[in-house]
């Protein structure tokens, strides 16, 4: 049952706003404290989305809100036109937690993809004249914008805009030959770009074999390898960043989401031989970088450094994996458990929308995406008290659904 206050939302909301998001889930958040999420009525919901991978400290983390207040009270903005001391710790942090080299800040995952596709081209052409083509993997997700949406290996995401960016390769995921094959055969190709987990497109693990294939020819060939971690990176998968797990290092990796805490930011960070390839007059924006998100970031990275941050996600995470395992035993309508860290999927034998809209009715957040996949990525710090409350509530909406969906399914 909707309350007054709720249906009033609904409704302005189709008076006033374009209805691209579809049918939003019928709750509006107004709060957040650590793990919880509070709704118009002030109930209280356990958060397994963290927006989409995005509030790494969950909400009202001290550090981060001193962080952010502080900022607030000296400067928001001032502009690229200007040093500017937030923007250059930033990069320092990201530097020092994953390889050395240099950042250019955006506003999203979207935008740094769009930077790093511009970096990969025009290095590409400036240094080896004419490589130009990217390859790319189906199943991915990139973004929105024109260049990052015909990255994006998916017909469904460019249907009805007319002719997509010119120069992608779509090679398929995971197969080791065809990558070998495309790379072996085709002397324009400048950048390899890929996600070692494909989040958008159901929690697809990276084969440590085809990732090795990449990075290993990629290196001998001069082509550039760029890492999307949007959503794997800032300790979502138990490492800072995903590509630790697979011992590579990118020549640019790519980053949003969680970097911000809940701040719009994104960045590129590339090896320092890369940064001279984006001159003045190639790349900017207006608000990439500005001091406010800048401070957001650094506070976020000077937690997810702490090696007792990491753990803390690796023990999180081994204790929602044996639950599910255990869930998994009961009952056959769990099919597969994916992911690393809290960047989890679980994949269930029939359509996961209804579930999520059942979850929430039992204050849980979750999400579904490529149709069947549960995708559960709670906030970065989130106690064992929260998670197992979140679990408990998971258990029995998947064993009730479980059981339905077998006596439906022996009925037919
Ligand atoms: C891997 C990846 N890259 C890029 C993006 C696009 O990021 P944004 O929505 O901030 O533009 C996403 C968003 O889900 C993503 O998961």
Redesign the pocket.
């Known amino acids: 049952m909707s309350s007054s206050k709720l249906t009033k939302i609904m409704n302005d909301d189709k008076e006033f706003l374009f209805q691209n998001y579809g049918e939003r889930l019928p709750v509006s958040f107004v709060k957040g404290d650590g793990s919880y999420l509070y709704d118009q009525d002030n109930k209280k919901y356990v958060d397994f989305l963290s927006g989409?991978a995005v509030s790494a400290l969950g909400y009202s983390h001290p550090a981060y809100q001193k962080a952010l207040h502080g900022q607030i009270d000296k400067i928001i903005h001032s502009s690229n036109l200007f040093f500017n001391q937030e923007q250059i710790e930033t990069a320092r942090l990201i530097s020092e937690t994953s390889f050395p080299g240099k950042s250019l800040f955006v506003n999203?995952?979207?935008?740094a993809?769009e930077a790093a596709i511009k970096l990969a081209r025009r290095y590409g052409l400036g240094i080896h004249r004419k490589k130009y083509k990217i390859v790319t993997f189906t199943g991915s997700?990139?973004?929105?914008t024109f260049g990052?949406m015909s990255a994006t290996a998916q017909d469904k995401i460019h249907g009805g805009f007319g002719p997509i960016v010119p120069g992608f390769i779509y090679a398929p995921y995971n197969n080791r030959k065809a990558i070998r094959k495309i790379l072996k055969n085709d002397k324009h190709i400048a950048a390899v770009m890929l996600?070692l987990i494909q989040?958008?497109s159901g929690i697809n693990v990276a084969d440590a074999d085809f990732v090795r294939e990449i990075f290993e020819t990629c290196n001998q060939k001069g082509i550039l390898t760029i890492v999307?971690e949007?959503?794997t990176g800032i300790g979502r998968t138990g490492t800072t960043y995903v590509h630790q797990h697979f011992n590579v290092t990118p020549d640019i990796l790519?980053l949003?989401?969680g970097l911000g805490g809940g701040v719009p930011i994104?960045a590129i960070h590339a090896k320092n031989f890369l940064a001279e390839h984006l001159p003045y007059g190639t790349h900017g924006t207006t608000f990439g970088g500005n001091h406010l998100a800048c401070a957001a970031a650094s506070a976020v990275l000077n937690e997810v450094k702490k090696k007792q941050f990491v753990n803390a996600v690796d023990a999180s995470s081994t204790y929602i994996f044996d639950r599910l395992k255990k869930i998994k035993q009961k009952t056959g309508y769990i099919k597969s458990l994916r992911g690393m860290g809290l960047h989890i999927g679980v994949e269930i034998a029939e359509e996961g929308k209804h579930l999520v809209k059942e979850a929430l009715e039992d204050k849980l957040v979750i999400n579904c995406t490529a149709g069947n996949v549960i995708r559960i990525m709670p906030p970065l710090n989130i106690n064992m008290k929260t998670l197992e409350e979140g679990m408990d509530i998971f258990e029995k909406l998947i064993l009730k659904n479980g059981e339905l969906y077998e006596n439906t399914s022996n009925k037919l």
């Open positions: 989409i999203s995952g979207t935008e993809n997700f990139h973004g929105r990052s996600e989040g958008e999307d949007v959503q790519t949003a989401k994104g």
